[in-house]
Nanobody, 122 residues
Framework: QLQASGGGSVQAGASLRLSCSASRRTSSNNGVGWFRQAPGQERVFVAAINWRGDSTAYADAVKDRFTISRDYAASTVYLQMNGLKSEDTAVYYC?????????????????WGQGTQVTVSS
């Protein structure tokens, strides 16, 4: 099971940290990713991290503003979001990949959390 949390309503320029808690059995050897879906739009890739936590990938829209990391002891993956913009408004989903890499393609993700809403007002 995946549990995403940390969303909220903030002003542009603010920061939020999203958390994705997963069972160790589900995620310890797998890549984990964050995706987001804005109203009326398709779900898109945001960031991903490999199983060891030493390789990451980011969408161009969030590069240099968002940072993905993982804490094995807590079985949690984080998405630190700085410099939020109104276009970052979306429901954010975390997911566990079938493989161990930081995959950017949602087709390679097996398990999905329920999503957490992020709303950024300008």
């Amino acid at each position: 099971q995946l549990q995403a949390s940390g969303g909220g309503s903030v002003q542009a320029g603010a920061s939020l940290r999203l958390s994705c808690s997963a069972s160790r059995r589900t995620s310890s050897n797998n890549g984990v990713g964050w995706f987001r879906q804005a109203p009326g739009q398709e779900r898109v890739f945001v960031a991903a991290i490999n199983w060891r936590g030493d390789s990451t990938a980011y969408a161009d829209a969030v590069k240099d503003r968002f940072t993905i990391s993982r804490d094995y002891a807590a079985s949690t993956v984080y998405l630190q979001m700085n410099g939020l913009k109104s276009e970052d408004t979306a429901v954010y989903y975390c997911a566990v990949a079938r493989g161990s890499t930081a995959n950017t393609n949602s087709r390679f993700y097996n398990y999905w959390g329920q999503g957490t809403q992020v709303t950024v007002s300008s």
